[in-house]
């Protein structure tokens, strides 16, 4: 049962890299605006996912030191693939500082995809209600990732279309991924205390290193407030989750 859960988790998933369809609906100020607000839910959402589910599940699971060590490696790898593979984030509807060529970023889009999947398979071995939780807190992330996936396509010279579904595409990886991480959770007792940590260590990446600067940006005082306050509520909502899980 809880394997099932794990697989429809991550088809939830690669669905959310059609988001670009809302790309195609709304005017670019509108889309604008909205992007925005999901970036600062999304730094949010990582940062109480990774501190508040992650890494006390995995410090449940070990004392150990290593977890840390497992944090902090998680840390470095993703700041790695950002360096060297160029693997960056575009949260501007439009364009980017940053210009990925198309196919590379859809590469990159795919290991990440395929790590998501990791997680959430390895989430769904711990319990349905945790699986959850973890997968929310990826939603949060891959919809503003998703919109800005979609840019990158586009205006690296692709059709809204072809963006769509090569975005498509490298989001099933998620579920090869997921499978994989509920195979090896069940059957290597210490794969749950590697990737927790691992996983919390990209989620602090993102939030701290993609997201938040992004917001940073905004020198409108009214929307930095309220990008602010959005960043808030993705905690509040990992929060809340917590507690819920506990009931």
């Known amino acids: 049962m ?4 794990a697989i429809g988790a991550s088809i939830v998933v690669s669905l959310i890299s059609l988001v670009g369809i809302v790309a195609l609906l709304f005017k670019e100020n509108i ?13 949010g959402g990582l940062i109480g996912g990774a501190f508040l589910h992650l890494l006390p599940e995995a410090a449940e699971k070990s004392s150990s030191f290593t ?13 790695v693939m950002e360096r060297f593979l160029r693997w960056r984030h575009c949260h501007e509807e439009t364009e980017c500082k940053v210009h990925p060529v198309s196919y590379l970023n859809l590469i990159g889009d795919g290991v990440h995809n395929f790590f998501d999947g990791l997680i959430i398979g390895a989430s769904f071995v711990v319990d349905i209600r945790f699986g959850i939780i973890t997968t929310v807190a990826i939603i949060l992330h891959e919809i503003p990732q998703e919109l800005g996936d979609f840019a990158v396509c586009v205006y690296g010279g692709m059709n809204k279309y072809k963006a769509l579904l090569y975005n498509f595409l490298a989001a099933l990886t998620a579920i090869a991924g997921t499978a994989l991480g509920y195979y090896f959770s069940g059957r290597v007792e210490s794969f749950l205390v590697i990737i927790l940590p691992f996983a919390a260590g990209g989620f602090i990446y993102i ?9 940073h940006k905004q020198a409108d005082l009214r929307k930095a407030a309220a990008s602010m306050e959005f960043f808030i509520l993705g905690i509040v909502l990992m929060l809340v989750f917590k507690l819920f899980a506990h009931h």
Request: hydrophobic share 70%; aromatic share 18%; proline share 3%.
């Open 67 to 79: 977890v840390y060590l497992w944090l902090i490696a998680g840390f470095i790898l993703f700041f």
């Open 207 to 215: 939030a701290s290193c993609d997201l938040i600067p992004e917001i």
């Open 2 to 5: 809880n394997f099932i859960w």
């Open 31 to 43: 889309l604008h605006k909205i992007i925005m607000a999901l970036v600062a839910l999304s730094a």
